[in-house]
């Protein structure tokens, strides 16, 4: 009997849990949607892949100078005309126009660096992406997801905060490759940082050197501004 009501429990609780976690908004389809920047392609991830979603479903364009990003499924873009190798910086500044505007809960952007293989089976990549609620996190795909700092990424007073829904709000994100070790700097304050080995490990980067560029999660708009490799 005992063992019952206490089975019975736990499944209440894991059902409270799993109510009170944030709701996973189902992705849009973006209208006019695909890549209208030449020298630059993109893929979706494997699960809305699946679902039969394209990189139509997301957009990549010019506005003035920098980058416009809507997403319907989180999408990777990548720079397939100019790779980083040995020692670089990967910088950009991204402007979130109107905090979760597409979305009911925050969602990150940022840089990728490392990327090999891209849209194929085997493709690698790691980025640095900040939300604008404070956090950050740092992942990969190698071919599966691995995270690098924590599964549900980190705080960081460095990392600014909308005011509110609908606020604009600002992240200056760089990752660095020097010598063997591998970082990320939000708003000029490195916030993570990790040997090439780590990163580097089975089911991880094939190689820090790679095409770079910005991914962005599911159902967000951002625009990215001064997108480029120092070394």
């Given at each position: 009997m005992k063992c019952t009501q206490i089975a019975v429990m736990l499944m209440v609780l894991g059902g409270v849990a799993v109510a009170q976690g944030p709701p996973q908004d189902a992705n849009r389809k973006v209208e006019h949607g695909g890549i209208f920047v030449p020298g630059w392609k993109g893929v979706v991830d494997d699960l809305s892949a699946k679902r039969g979603e394209t990189?139509?479903?997301?957009?990549?364009?010019?506005?003035?100078?920098?980058?416009?990003?809507?997403?319907?499924?989180?999408?990777?873009?990548?720079?397939v005309s100019d790779p980083a190798k040995g020692d670089y910086t990967v910088?950009?500044?991204?402007?979130?126009?109107?905090?979760?505007?597409?979305?009911?809960?925050?969602?990150p952007y940022g840089i990728v660096i490392g990327a090999n293989d891209m849209g194929t089976e085997n493709q690698s990549f790691l980025y640095c992406a900040a939300y604008g609620s404070g956090k950050f996190i740092v992942r990969g795909m190698g071919p599966g997801p691995f995270q690098m700092n924590g599964r549900t990424g980190q705080e960081n007073e460095a990392v600014h905060k909308a005011a509110g829904k609908d606020a604009e709000v600002v992240q200056q994100i760089s990752m660095q490759v020097k010598g063997d070790t591998v970082s990320c700097s939000i708003n000029g304050t490195q916030v993570w940082s990790a040997s090439k080995t780590d990163v580097?490990?089975?089911?991880?980067?094939?190689?820090?050197?790679g095409a770079y560029g910005i991914r962005s999660a599911h159902n967000t708009e951002v625009e990215v501004i001064d997108l480029k490799l120092s070394k």
């Open positions: 990189i139509e479903n997301s957009r990549l364009a010019m506005d003035g100078k920098n980058l416009h990003v809507t997403t319907g499924p989180a999408t990777t873009y990548w720079n910088s950009a500044t991204f402007r979130e126009p109107h905090y979760m505007n597409l979305n009911d809960h925050p969602h580097m490990a089975s089911g991880k980067l094939k190689s820090t050197d």
